[in-house]
């Protein structure tokens, strides 16, 4: 997959370099590259905002830059039978990021990615931008923060974690939280008695049906508990599925 990242501030991604994803990378399984906005300013300044028309506080992302960076990596000049790029915006206004939003972005050849700065992009940018690919204005969750940076780092890795061959053991990627609408059960390890803490026996049975009906009531409970907004409706239990 090949993902580019368009930034003012390309540093917060060196961690992409770290971990799983560093290691995609090397191996080639992920070709990542993350550019700086300012390589496509024209002024001795680098300019990239400017006062809202209308009024208001704050600044807006000028377009000319965005426009020159689309017409440089998914301009027409892409190489022959590359895939049109789906373009995402993280943006606290738009579709809320969830697993099923990372498994979908997953299959996708080319990503890229525009972090937006100050109060946003000249509204412009997404109309141009949907002539060359599926546009896509994404939110991590409704809070605010400043800048796409963050939101587009926490993108990348779990939709990088999804491609085949990123996470080396894929049965870990089927017993996660959100994977099958439920939160995971908790987990265990040595020794079985920590500071007068035991865990619980059904664990240390060898029983391995019952274990897994047991992790299965656990995933229910803690989901009615934390999150019954994943819970398809009040009364219905998805373990009876
Ligand atoms: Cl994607 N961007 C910003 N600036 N704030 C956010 C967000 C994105 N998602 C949640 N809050």
């Keep these: 997959m090949r993902i ?38 024209q002024d001795r300044h680098r300019t990239v905002d400017d006062t809202p028309y209308g009024g208001g506080a704050g600044m807006v992302m000028k377009p000319e830059p965005w426009g020159q960076v689309l017409d440089e990596l998914v301009g027409d000049a892409p190489k022959e039978g590359a895939a049109r790029p789906t373009i995402i915006f993280p943006s606290p206004a738009g579709e809320v990021f969830t697993q099923a939003t990372a498994r979908e972005l997953a299959g996708r050849e080319h990503l890229l990615f525009g972090c937006g700065r100050y109060e946003g992009i000249d509204e412009r940018v997404f109309d141009e931008a949907a002539s060359y690919g599926e546009v896509r204005l994404i939110s991590l969750g409704d809070y605010v923060l400043n800048g796409g940076e963050v939101a587009v780092m926490a993108m990348i890795e779990a939709i990088g974690r999804l491609i085949p061959g990123v996470v080396g053991n894929p049965e870990s990627l089927v017993e996660e939280s959100h994977e099958d609408g439920l939160l995971e059960y908790p987990s265990y390890t040595k020794p079985a008695v920590w500071r007068e803490r035991a865990v619980p026996e059904i664990l240390l049975s060898g029983n391995h049906g019952a274990i897994a009906v047991w992790r299965r009531e656990q995933q229910v409970q803690r989901t009615r508990e934390r999150r019954p907004d994943l819970l398809p409706e009040a009364g219905a239990d998805p373990s009876e599925a």
């Design 4 to 41: 580019d990242v368009v930034s003012i501030f390309p540093s917060y991604f060196d961690g992409l370099a770290l971990s799983l994803l560093g290691k995609a990378r090397e191996t080639g399984l992920l070709d990542l590259s993350v550019r700086d906005l300012r390589e496509w300013t």
